[in-house]
């Protein structure tokens, strides 16, 4: 993934153009790809089915169809936009297979082993996960992508075709609202 700068150095810009080109060619070079988006597309996963499981299959389902799909992908800079819009797709999917799920939380990654830290924060997060379950779905969304995906405003907004100002803007209202109602 690129920087949090924006769409990163050209250093990292040229080195993902390159990754990509190269996994065009060669299928067993998509492994670096791989290897950088593997974590936040988990963490983007797991929190908006719940399950470390089910986050898996999700997660090894996006990357096949991206390796199957990538043959016919053009490069414009927004590699991540493009690669989290086949796990939005891959969740939408997921959920129409599925019995209506509770709503979505944020939540700890399986394995954190500071339970102490954990438990001292409990009633901050119970809060937060109440917050976060009252916002809508595309709300709950943009905060999964950007603190459980990591992405940046430039990618979530090549990612829901808007602004890049906009999306910096609209999600500071939108922690600014769930910061004022923790107060």
Known sequence: MVSEGGNGTVAEREME????AAAQKNPEAFSDLYRAYVR???RFLYNRVGSADEAQELTSSVFLAAVESLPRYRHRGNFAAWLFSIARRKVSDYYRRRQPFPL?????????DDVAA???RR???LRMKERIAALDEDER??????????L??????ALLGKKEEAV???MQRLLSRLHDSLE
């Open 17 to 20: 153009t390159e990754r990509i």
């Open 118 to 120: 954990q438990v001292s």
């Open 104 to 112: 979505e939380e944020i939540r700890h990654l399986p394995g954190e």
């Open 40 to 42: 936040p597309m988990f």
């Open 141 to 150: 969304e943009w905060i999964h992508l950007r603190f459980a995906a990591e």
């Open 123 to 125: 009633d901050e997060i």
């Open 168 to 170: 910096k803007k609209a």
């Open 152 to 157: 940046t405003y430039a990618e979530m907004a």
